[in-house]
Every structure is written in structure tokens, then in C-alpha cells.
């Protein structure tokens, strides 16, 4: 399997010891590298990735904080020179924690827990069957339950994604690559930067335009190919 993995990391010469580290490792494919953890964030709202090289000690927001904003579902390699953080990165389940300076056998060893950690959730049985038919959503100040039959569309709103049902609409911080993951594939259709929809909701299609209930929401030619051969026309 291929693992799509990003890195962020201040420094130049470790993020480019990261970068040939990556290239060594056939089944690793680096999307993008990051030198600083907002940028990063900016990226994941609207990305999916499985795996981040992420460094700790960094200007503007640091490792710990971008774990605790849960912006991605990715598996994590925590890289730095500091051992103090290791509990508390463990606490937010990474992967491992790789001390610097770190060879390229030890590296090797991080990434091969990765590799398992993806075989056993391949084989363990799926929850997203019949029986669950439903996600919780964080809001300010909870989390709310919203059944998959009752979403019609969600609205990207700067920050925020809402969430829009039959009888509601729930604003959420969480990311569009966030929310995708959540959701069932044959069900549901990303077609433009700021729309995500359920097929099933879907009245007509003409001429790049989705009507839903009462809304108009276009298709961007980033998502026509793949939201056309789900319907296809």
C-alpha cells in the first residue's frame, strides 16, 4: 500500500533529512512539507492524508497544539530533539516519537508501525454498517448526533463547516477532508471547494448546477469527473 504523508518541520536541515528519508522508502508518497503548523492546518482543511512527520518546538503554534486541534485523523511521527513531550504526544495517540537525531534504521522503525497500525484496521470488521448510521458532531459545546439520512448538504464557511439537515443546521470546526472520512462514500459527494452533498437528497442536475431542497449549489470542474461517474450521466 502507499501512504500519502506530509511534513512539518521549522528547520531546514531536518525537514530536508525528513524529505530523503521519505524518498528512500518506496511506499511512502510526500504530499507536501510545511515549515510551520498553521500553514499545515490551512492545507488538512481540504486534504486527506494518511501520515504526518510533525515536529514539536515550533514558532506560532507548536506540535502539541496542533495535535490537540484534531485537525486530521492522519497517524503521527512526532520528530524532535526534546523528550519531555514524549507522554504527552503519546497521550494524544501518536504513533512514535522519534528522538533527534535519529538514523535512518530507527526511522525505518517508525514508519513499519504506521504500515501495521493500516493492516489491522484493515482487518478488523467495518462499524460503518447498517447498524451505524449516525456520526457525533462537535459543536461549541457539545457533541450532537446527526443521522446520515438526514444530512442534505454541507456549507464550507471560512472556519467552519455547516451542516445542513432536514429540520437543523449544526456548525462545526471540524475539516472538510475530516468530515469526508466520516461519511459513506457511496453516499455522499464532495463537488466544489465549499460543498459537500447527498446524492440521495439530490432533486436535479443542469447545466453544472445541483438543486437540493431549495438550494442551488454548483460543481466545480475540481470534483465534475468523479461526482458524474457517481450519479452517472
Not at 16 to 30: N, S, V, Y
Not at 51 to 80: H, K, N, P, Y
Not at 132 to 152: G, P
Not at 165 to 191: G, H, N, Y
Amino acid at each position: 500500500m502507499l501512504i500519502h504523508c506530509i511534513a512539518i518541520e521549522d528547520e531546514p536541515p531536518a525537514l530536508k533529512k525528513i524529505e530523503g528519508f521519505i524518498g528512500r522508502i518506496a511506499e511512502l508518497k510526500l504530499e507536501k512539507s510545511f515549515n510551520n503548523a498553521v500553514d499545515a492546518i490551512g492545507w488538512l482543511k481540504e486534504n486527506h492524508i494518511d501520515l504526518i512527520f510533525l515536529d514539536v518546538q515550533m514558532d506560532m503554534l507548536t506540535g502539541i497544539e496542533f495535535l490537540e486541534s484534531a485537525v486530521s485523523s492522519a497517524r503521527i511521527i512526532i520528530t524532535s530533539a526534546y523528550d519531555q513531550y514524549a507522554v504527552k504526544g503519546f497521550e494524544l495517540n501518536v504513533t512514535d516519537y522519534l528522538l533527534k537525531p535519529y538514523s535512518f534504521q530507527r526511522f525505518v522503525q517508525a514508519v513499519n508501525k504506521v504500515f501495521d497500525s493500516f493492516s489491522a484496521k484493515k482487518e478488523e470488521p467495518s462499524l460503518a454498517d447498517e447498524s451505524t448510521r449516525y456520526i457525533f458532531i462537535k459543536t461549541e459545546y457539545r457533541h450532537e448526533r446527526v443521522d446520515f439520512d438526514d444530512i442534505l448538504y454541507i456549507e464550507g464557511m471560512k472556519d467552519y463547516l455547516r451542516i445542513v439537515c432536514k429540520e437543523r443546521k449544526i456548525m462545526t470546526l471540524m475539516s472538510f477532508a475530516k468530515m469526508e472520512e466520516s461519511l459513506p462514500s457511496a453516499e455522499f459527494c464532495r463537488v466544489h471547494k465549499s460543498y459537500l452533498v447527498a446524492l440521495k437528497k439530490i432533486k436535479s442536475v443542469e447545466r453544472g448546477i445541483i438543486v437540493i431542497a431549495d438550494q442551488r449549489i454548483p460543481v466545480s470542474n475540481t470534483y465534475k469527473d468523479n461526482f458524474y461517474s457517481k450519479i452517472k450521466l
